[in-house]
């Protein structure tokens, strides 16, 4: 007697979802959506972060590289923003030097609503305290 394996279904789904364009139409509509996503982070950081701030655009992923002006120590923007429930990457954890103090990596791959909106308003008054 043979046994069928549990995958195999599995499987059979997942050729005939990549053998009919399902695939592609995954990746060209979240490449669409990280796109919206990533102009509307631009357009807040740019509406809530301080003037001098720049910011990468980068043609893929989901992260956007932050250079605030040199006296913001992101270590202590990171530690204040945990404690309002956000998470942001500190750019000295890029660094094997403890370079890029005042840089910091922010995720834009969630989706954008209120919630994300005000974070990074709240991120940019944390920024104008320090």
């Known amino acids: 007697m043979t046994t069928i394996s549990p995958s195999v279904p599995a499987q059979v789904a997942i050729a005939d979802y990549l053998q009919h364009g399902g695939y592609d139409r995954h990746l ?3 490449r669409d959506t990280l796109e919206t996503q990533q102009q509307l982070m631009l ?4 509406r809530y972060f301080p003037a001098q701030t720049k910011v990468t655009q980068p043609s893929g992923g989901y992260f956007l590289w ?3 002006p040199e006296h913001i120590d992101t270590l202590k923007l990171f530690s204040l923003a945990l404690a ?13 030097t403890q370079r890029f103090r005042n840089c910091a990596r922010i995720n834009y791959g969630q989706p954008w609503n209120k919630e994300t909106e005000a974070a ?11």
Do not use: M, N, T
């Open 43 to 46: 357009a807040a950081i740019a």
């Open 120 to 130: 990074i308003a709240l991120l940019g008054k944390l920024i104008a305290s320090l």
């Open 66 to 68: 932050v250079e605030l």
């Open 28 to 30: 060209r509509k979240l």
């Open 84 to 96: 309002q429930g956000i998470s942001i990457a500190p750019g000295p954890i890029f660094s094997a």
